[in-house]
């Protein structure tokens, strides 16, 4: 018995077939948005994640506010420490003091060497907090004592200008950047 020859195959050309090229790229999940908006134009840039997306659009000054404020908080933390070799008394409270800015200080130093605006963000509300929770203190104790210096109103009004500032590049730093 003869057997026939099966018929040649035929190629498709999927370059052509826009159809088939739009279902083999739904298949494989790319050409499409994901949750973020981000196209994937492979496979590849899906898995290994596409650098574009992760790049921070920074806000004009960031860098330097937060180079200042880690500058700032490590200046601080030395004062303590350094006043403390000096005198005897409240040696450990201003001690532990000067250690705690000092670990804000490093914090903010890190947030200055850092790419990833997760770490940014939590840089500037540790910011935030330490001068919210200062100006809470500062208040309670000048309301204490019934008086207000000049010095003491000008501290004040630093920290909250420094807390504004700060939560304003938070804010500016958490907000989505629309596509092109």
Known sequence: MATSAP????????????????????VLGVGGEDDDGEVHRSKISQVLGNESKYAVREP???RVWIFLS??????????????????APLTA???LY???????????????????KAVMQWTLLTEASYCGVQFLVTSMSLLEVGFIS?????LLLGEVLVLLVTLLYHHQLGRRVKKM
């Open 93 to 95: 409270s201003i001690r």
């Open 70 to 87: 880690a500058v700032l908080f490590t200046l601080i933390a030395v004062m303590p420490t350094r006043w403390c070799l000096k005198t």
């Open 60 to 62: 004009i000054g960031l």
């Open 150 to 154: 000049d010095g003491a109103l000008c």
């Open 98 to 116: 000067g250690g705690a800015l000092l670990s804000i200080s490093l914090i903010m130093w890190n947030g200055l060497y850092t790419a990833e």
């Open 7 to 26: 018929p040649p195959l035929m190629k498709k050309h999927s370059q052509t077939d826009l159809v088939s090229r739009l279902k083999t790229r739904k």
